[in-house]
């Protein structure tokens, strides 16, 4: 069994930046070979993947949010955070941290399907920006 325990979020106004936090209960070997990832949605849509890293470090971003989020890991704390800079209207959602799922280059693909590929999930935390 894994834990994600989010954390962070908030409401802010366009150009302003937010961190959410997920903290994971997993033994680093269990991670090993793995990602996590952070998807996000909108009521009424699918759910949108947005970032992901693996145990390597290698990271993966959708065209939406490349050059303004930053997926980082912290393996003393057992932390994957997640930094969004220069946020936007289209930015509100509801952001959810996923855990144990494939690593490497297929990242970029399994950020498109809808989160289908990872085992345990976080409680999910709102972000809201304002025009």
């Known amino acids: 069994q894994v834990d994600l325990v989010q954390s962070g979020g908030g409401s802010v106004e366009i150009g302003e930046s937010l961190t959410l936090s997920c903290r994971f209960s997993m033994h680093t070997n269990f991670f090993s070979g793995h990602s996590m990832a952070w998807f996000r949605q909108v009521p009424g849509k699918d759910r949108e993947g947005i970032a992901a890293?693996?145990?390597?470090?290698?990271?993966a971003y959708v065209n939406a949010v490349k050059g303004r989020f930053t997926i980082s890991q912290d393996f003393v704390e057992n932390i994957v955070y997640l930094q969004m800079n220069n946020l936007k209207p289209e930015d509100t959602a509801m952001y959810y941290c996923?855990?144990?799922?494939?690593?490497?280059?297929?990242?970029?693909?399994?950020?498109?399907?809808?989160?289908?590929?990872?085992?345990?999930w976080g409680q999910g935390t709102q972000v809201t920006v304002s025009s």
């Open positions: 890293i693996d145990s390597d470090g290698k990271t």
């Open positions: 996923a855990a144990v799922g494939p690593a490497g280059p297929v990242m970029d693909w399994v950020l498109t399907q809808n989160g289908r590929d990872y085992r345990y």
